[in-house]
């Protein structure tokens, strides 16, 4: 098989020759989130039975112990051990880039494999030939059912949820983002959460990895975008379960994260869109960025204050 490796902006690919001898590549892009790598970890080695696979961990310099965690805990993990922070596209890439599994999965360090999960998404990839991608249901906090698989996103609709004109109806917003109310039963879809997307390792070959130009948030649904446009169908899979805690690194620097995202919006637009709509949609988000950003800023002064004056106040 061959891999065609694209870098940021979709600079001309680089081929690297590999055997696919394995069913599985799962590829866990970490940052500073330790505890719960290891518990996802934990997870693959004691859930996936009945698949050849690899995990291959690439760090982006984790000041944590993370990098440690996998060499003393996990000896079986190839690690990747980054010295900078070469975020989400770029690290899951480089996994890519040494994965010898005829399936790759992306899949968050923040989530937790169920039995047999894994065995049923590459399942639905060995019977529907003409299916690219795949994702399970995902699970969240008290066991309940999240949601996953939804439609691709438009200009009209980033800018009225940026707007809250869905708030006063949610209905009308799920139907918009989703399409379908019922997450219990398989679904053709657009885009697969990033959390956990399984593909074909000779799709990467075609299109190419994840889009480096976005750092983070996006990259899932540019790449689904792109396994579509090359005619492969997209489907969610509830029979396959994975627990996600969502946003654990993310939440660590909420302003970047923040700044992150509605830059990627603005990529993702201007990629799929032309600059007009971009722009549109940009006006909105980066809006948002600042009253957010704002908001953060005053939390954390109201904290320290509170956390100043309870000092003073301890006789």
Known sequence: MIWKQCGARDSPCSLLARTNTLDLSIIIVNWNV?????????????????????????DNDSRDGSAELVKSAFPRVRLIANQDNAGFCRGNNQGIAIATGRYIVLLNPDTEVYEGSMETLARHLDEHSDVGAVGPMLMVQDGKQGRNGTRFTSPQFEISSLM???????????????????????????????????????????????????????EEVDFCRRVKKAGWRVFYVPEARVYHHWMQSAKQDSIAANRRLFRSQYLYFRKHYGLLPALAVGLFGYSTVIFRTARILAVRARDRILKTANRRAVP
Do not use: H, W
């Open 34 to 58: 330790k505890d719960l790598l290891g518990r996802c970890l934990e997870s693959i080695y004691n859930n996936v039975r009945d698949l050849e696979f690899e995990v291959i961990v690439v």
């Open 164 to 218: 809250g004109l869905y708030k006063r109806n949610p209905q009308k917003y799920d139907y918009e983002a989703y399409g379908r109310d019922d997450f219990t039963k398989q679904a053709e879809v657009d885009v697969i959460c990033g959390a956990c997307l399984m593909t074909r390792c000779e799709i990467v070959d075609k299109i190419g990895g994840l889009d480096e130009s976005f750092f983070m948030y996006y």
